[in-house]
T-cell receptor, first 114, second 112 residues
């Protein structure tokens, strides 16, 4: 069973379009995250949710809007896509907010904006 | 703010060589420290972690010790294998809210 799954795995789209990435975890975790990995492999947190509440919004443009319909799902909607949004987006989850908790990552969604 | 600095890559070694990937951090308080590994085309997996000073994390022959006095968490392995080829990320985390702050990653290639 896949612990953290993301769809789609690849997403190719034109500038200006709106797209969504879905994430689901079946680990029973309370906290979920979105990270962005740029072309140089640098990873940076974008958002985190705890029990459907937004906890972290890390200076991300408001074209990015996360939504958590329940604690097992965290989706990412991106409006008016720009070239600079091309990256790999990783969803992750963890049991709670203790600093020592392992985060479990999904396989990533490679977004290419043309 | 918090930050993590890893040694520049890429690193290329021969099989059975000794591996060290340096990691230093800047942080307030007492963060937890992690090494994550990313195999080609996959997401990140936890390799090992340490939650307080002088703790040693270990897994699959890899080790790292939380050194508060030098703010370091260097990754070591005595004898690497081709299957260890991957990108390795050092990271730290505080609680409340928990978020991972990553180093820039080090690409490791092991040649047979």
């Amino acid at each position: 069973d896949t612990a953290v799954s993301q769809t789609p795995k690849y997403l190719v789209t034109q500038m200006g379009n709106d797209k969504s990435i879905k994430c689901e975890q079946n680990l029973g975790h309370d906290t979920m995250y979105w990270y962005k990995q740029d072309s140089k492999k640098f990873l940076k947190i974008m958002f985190s949710y705890n029990n459907k509440e937004l906890i972290i919004n890390e200076t991300v443009p408001n074209r990015f809007s996360p939504k958590s319909p329940d604690k097992a799902h965290l989706n990412l909607h991106i409006n008016s896509l720009e070239l600079g949004d091309s990256a790999v987006y990783f969803c992750a989850s963890s049991p709670g907010e203790n600093s020592y908790n392992e985060q479990f990552f999904g396989p990533g969604t490679r977004l290419t904006v043309l | 703010g918090d930050s993590v600095t890893q040694m520049e890559g890429p690193v290329t070694l021969s099989e059975e060589a000794f591996l060290t990937i340096n990691c230093t951090y800047t942080a307030t308080g007492y963060p937890s420290l992690f090494w994550y590994v990313q195999y080609p085309g996959e997401g990140l997996q936890l390799l090992l972690k340490a939650t307080k000073a002088d703790d040693k994390g270990s897994n699959k022959g890899f080790e790292a010790t939380y050194r508060k006095e030098t703010t370091s968490f260097h990754l070591e392995k005595g004898s690497v294998q081709v299957s260890d080829s991957a990108v390795y990320f050092c990271a730290l985390s505080h609680a409340l809210p928990q978020k991972l702050v990553f180093g820039q990653g080090t690409r490791l290639t092991i040649n047979p």
